[in-house]
Structures are given as structure tokens and as C-alpha cells.
């Protein structure tokens, strides 16, 4: 199993930037990929980012390339994750998760076998 704990998130105005990071504790070997996705209300959650956890390779979605960055910290017991977003939109509003899984360059949440709880993002106009 593995456990994430996700900070960070809150308000901000259009234009301005919030940075969410996500702990892995337990058995992180599993974690071969982190990821980020986000639900808005009323609609499906969807793919926002993921990082190979050894080589660094990232993934985004158009919605966010150039705008949002993942990155993560890394050793051989933990790694925590983090998700930069920048130029952020009232579009950006969401619960953001974090999530974890033996797939690389993993988009699909099935593929995910492990989930924080969700920080909101309020992007005001």
C-alpha cells in the first residue's frame, strides 16, 4: 500500500500561481508513476499531469502544457511530488488528486492504484 498526503491548494485570483505537493509514504516502490488529475463540478475527473518517478519524464495535458509543472523529489524510501500551476484560470477550479501507480506515462485513472483525499483550487476572475 501506499499513502499519499497532499497539501497545498487554496484561492487566488486569475493570473496568479499555486503550487500543491503530495507526500508517498508506505511501499513507494510501487510508485513507479505520479500523477495529478481534477474534478470540476460537474464533470468526470480528468488527466492534469504524471512523472516517471526514476527518470523524470513528464506528461501533460493540453489544457495545462506551459502553464502548469510537475516535478518531484526522490530517494530510495519516499518521493512527494509536486504540481506548479501558473497563469491559472477560473477554467483551473477543481479538486486536484493526487495519484500513484506502477505505470509509466500513465493518463488514465484505472491505470492509478492509489489516491490522496483532493485539495481544491479556486480560481477567481
Known amino acids: 500500500q501506499v499513502q499519499l498526503a497532499e497539501s497545498g491548494g487554496g484561492s487566488v485570483q486569475g493570473g496568479g500561481s499555486l503550487r500543491l505537493s503530495c507526500a508517498a509514504s508506505?511501499?513507494?516502490?510501487?510508485?513507479?508513476?505520479m500523477a495529478w488529475f481534477r474534478q470540476a463540478p460537474g464533470k468526470e475527473r480528468e488527466f492534469v499531469a504524471c512523472?516517471?518517478?526514476?527518470?523524470?519524464?513528464?506528461?501533460?495535458s493540453d489544457s495545462v502544457k506551459g502553464r502548469f509543472t510537475i516535478s518531484r523529489d526522490n530517494t530510495e524510501i519516499d518521493v512527494t511530488a509536486y504540481l506548479q500551476m501558473n497563469s491559472l484560470k477560473p477554467e483551473d477550479t477543481a479538486v486536484y488528486y493526487c495519484?500513484?501507480?506502477?505505470?509509466?506515462?500513465?493518463?488514465?485513472?484505472?491505470?492509478?492504484?492509489?489516491w490522496g483525499l483532493g485539495s481544491q483550487v479556486t480560481v477567481s476572475s
Open positions: 495519484a500513484a501507480g506502477p505505470t509509466v506515462q500513465a493518463t488514465a485513472e484505472f491505470e492509478y492504484l492509489f
Open positions: 508506505g511501499q513507494t516502490f510501487e510508485a513507479r508513476s
Open positions: 512523472i516517471t518517478r526514476w527518470s523524470g519524464s513528464t506528461k501533460y
